[in-house]
């Protein structure tokens, strides 16, 4: 097999250790060197120099879990990098070791048999460690509201069902009074704003059987939440900040229907602003796990089921499809509901946030904003076809039809 790369390293990354591989080619058999490193600061310096002076270009490691991100980073801007998927890597089972791992790793990158991973610059990948971690303070919160609903039920108190929001002005007006003491069904009530539900509801819902352990639970959650909406807004401020830079990029695509600002922001972090790096769209759909995926034997297709992964991209894109197709004579709920009516509402919903990311590509590509091409799309396209379908359909409920150009 051609050696593409004669001078490569492998690298099994490891928390405390890492165990390198240096591969030479030559006109004989390949030289292979094979040494153990910490994985200190003092330990990664000492195995740049080591690789360096066998004269190695390219190196490739496993994206194991973070631990790579350190030699990453001390390695980057000396050598060739190469992340590696683990799954796309994997050697014959009952062969592992630490040794073979690196070995193996480096025949593959010699062959060029390995595909790099998508490794964005340092400011993306901050801006996304910001993004990520505002998504699970998010989720964290929301955790804990749905606690205290428990806490409330417990309580025989159904403040959730007079209140859309037990957590607005006059839930949390409710729970202060609770914790502060306060029992009296007519007391309770007289802190809740103008809703919807009687004055009578109000009272039935907030008649319950209240001890301090309910108290202690619910000052334990509302702190917590005090605590995580404070740190949300320090993580927003930091958002802004290192949005600086891909500020227009952001705002371009926040004109697509669906994508607000925080989704917008999302968008970037995850996949950048270089469209350079995914050849084409539909590159990118794949590495989004946004397409079918490939599993065919004997000339069958046994699965078209979504390949798991990309969770934050995906999940956020998903949330803004549902948004986007409630958008009025647009191009996305038109095709939502041409989807809808063969695949699902599942498939289709999937199929929308696909065409956004595609549009996502372009627009970032090419620096342009968002373009609808409006419901009538689909119709324009093959007016003919669109034309037969409506006639079966008329001759399928006992009409017959003659058609007369306009």
Same mark, same amino acid.
């Given at each position: ?14 928390? *405390? ?65 190469? %992340? ?28 060029g048999l390995i595909r790099a991973s998508f490794v964005p610059p340092a400011a993306v990948q901050e801006l996304r460690a910001l993004t990520r971690t505002r998504k699970q303070f998010v989720r964290e919160r929301s ?13 025989? %108190? ?19 009074? =609770? ?22 509801? =109000? ?5 319950? !059987? =209240? ?13 917590? =939440? ?5 740190? @949300?807004? *320090? @993580?927003?401020?930091?958002?802004? +900040? ?42 990118? +759909? ?53 989807? !809808? ?52 359909? +008329?001759?399928? @409920?006992?009409?017959?039809? *003659?058609?007369?150009?306009?």
């Open positions: 097999m051609e050696v593409i790369y004669p001078r490569c390293a492998g690298l099994d990354v490891h928390k *405390q250790t890492v165990v390198a591989c240096v591969r030479i080619a030559g006109d004989g058999p390949p030289l292979q060197e094979v040494r153990s490193f910490a994985s200190t600061t003092s330990g990664l310096l000492a195995l740049a120099d080591w690789l360096d002076s066998f004269g190695v270009t390219h190196v490739a490691m496993e994206a194991t879990g973070v631990y790579w991100k350190p030699v990453w980073h001390v390695l980057e801007g000396h050598f060739e990098l190469v %992340l590696a998927n683990a799954a796309h890597v994997k050697n014959v089972p009952g062969r592992k070791t630490d040794v073979n791992d690196a070995m193996w790793l480096a025949d593959l990158l010699a062959h955790a804990h509201v749905l606690r205290i609903d428990k806490v409330l039920e417990d309580a025989n %108190l159904k403040l959730g069902v007079v209140l859309t929001d037990i957590m607005g002005k006059s839930g949390r007006a409710v729970l202060q009074a =609770i914790i502060d003491g306060h029992h009296d069904p007519a007391y309770l009530a007289s802190c809740v704003g103008r809703v919807k539900a009687s004055r009578q509801d =109000i009272l039935e819902a907030l008649r319950g !059987r =209240i001890t301090a352990h309910h108290r202690f639970m619910l000052k334990l959650h509302l702190d917590h =939440i005090d605590a995580l909406n404070k740190a @949300i807004a *320090q @993580i927003e401020k930091e958002v802004g +900040l290192g949005l600086e830079t891909f500020r227009q990029a952001a705002t371009l695509l926040s004109t697509m229907p669906g994508l607000s600002d925080i989704a917008a922001t999302v968008v970037v972090a995850e996949i950048g602003i270089d469209m350079s790096r995914f050849a084409t769209p539909a590159h990118l +759909l794949s590495w989004a796990c946004l397409c079918p995926r490939n599993d065919e034997s004997a000339g069958k297709r046994r699965s078209t089921r979504l390949r798991r992964g990309g969770k934050w991209l995906k999940t956020t894109l998903v949330q803004a499809a549902w948004a986007a197709v409630k958008v009025k004579g647009g191009y996305l709920q038109a095709q939502f509901h041409r989807l !809808r009516a063969r695949r699902g509402a599942k498939k289709a919903i999937i199929g929308v946030a696909a065409s956004m990311l595609t549009a996502a590509w372009h627009m970032l590509r090419d620096g342009t904003e968002w373009h609808d091409l409006g419901a009538a799309h689909f119709d324009r396209a093959d007016a003919q076809k669109t034309a037969n379908r409506l006639i079966r359909r +008329l001759q399928q @409920i006992g009409y017959n039809v *003659q058609l007369a150009p306009a």
